[in-house]
Every structure is written in structure tokens, then in C-alpha cells.
């Protein structure tokens, strides 16, 4: 089992910049890929970006040029880099691991709270 622990999140200003990290402990030996989520205040669970040990990555289209994923597979660690900011990318934000052909896998973190003020 994947055990995944968040960290990064806070208050910011609208335009202003946070990087999340997500790192990952136990057996990883399933898992070959990794990604954001978050969930809105109006309770919607949306993708947010992930990336495959292959380094082929995914984004969401509203924030595709804003945000980049990346791994450091030293440290089994998953990072964030949010840029440009908005209001409505406020929501609790949740690391996962998996395994791209099998969900019995998943992981999930605890989440950890993005508030973005306007």
C-alpha cells in the first residue's frame, strides 16, 4: 500500500504562485502513474494534471499553461507549480497514485487546502 502526504497549500492572491508537493512512501512497485485532483467548494472532484513514469503528462484545459506537473523519482515525490492563480482554483487539492490498468491500486492522500482571494 501507497501513502501519500500533501503539502504547499495556503492563501494566496489572485496572480500569485504555490507549489504542492505530494510525497509518496511504501510500495510503489504497482504504481506507474501519479496526478492532482481537487475538489471544488460546490463539492465537483476534477482532474488537475498527472504524469506516467514515462513522464508523458495530462492537464486539465483550465489549466493548461498555467500550472506543470513534474516527479523526482528520488524522492518518490509528485510537485505541482500553480502560476496565475485565479479565484476559481480554490478547492482542496488531492495527490493519487495508481496503476494505469489497474484501480485496485489507488492511493490517495489527505488533501491539502488551495484558497485563492480576489
Known amino acids: 500500500q501507497v501513502q501519500l502526504v500533501e503539502s504547499g497549500g495556503g492563501l494566496v492572491q489572485a496572480g500569485g504562485s504555490l507549489r504542492l508537493s505530494c510525497a509518496a512512501s511504501g510500495s510503489m512497485f504497482s504504481i506507474n502513474a501519479m496526478g492532482w485532483y481537487r475538489r471544488t467548494p460546490g463539492n465537483k472532484r476534477e482532474l488537475v494534471a498527472t504524469?506516467?513514469?514515462?513522464?508523458?503528462?495530462n492537464y486539465a484545459d483550465s489549466v493548461k499553461g498555467r500550472f506543470t506537473i513534474s516527479r523526482d523519482n528520488a524522492k518518490n515525490t509528485v510537485y505541482l507549480q500553480m502560476n496565475s492563480l485565479k479565484s476559481e482554483d480554490t478547492a482542496v487539492y488531492y495527490c493519487?497514485?495508481?496503476?494505469?490498468?489497474?484501480?485496485?491500486?489507488?492511493?490517495w492522500g489527505q488533501g491539502t487546502q488551495v484558497t485563492v482571494s480576489s
Open positions: 493519487k497514485a495508481y496503476n494505469l490498468r489497474n484501480s485496485a491500486f489507488d492511493s
Open positions: 504524469i506516467t513514469s514515462g513522464d508523458i503528462t
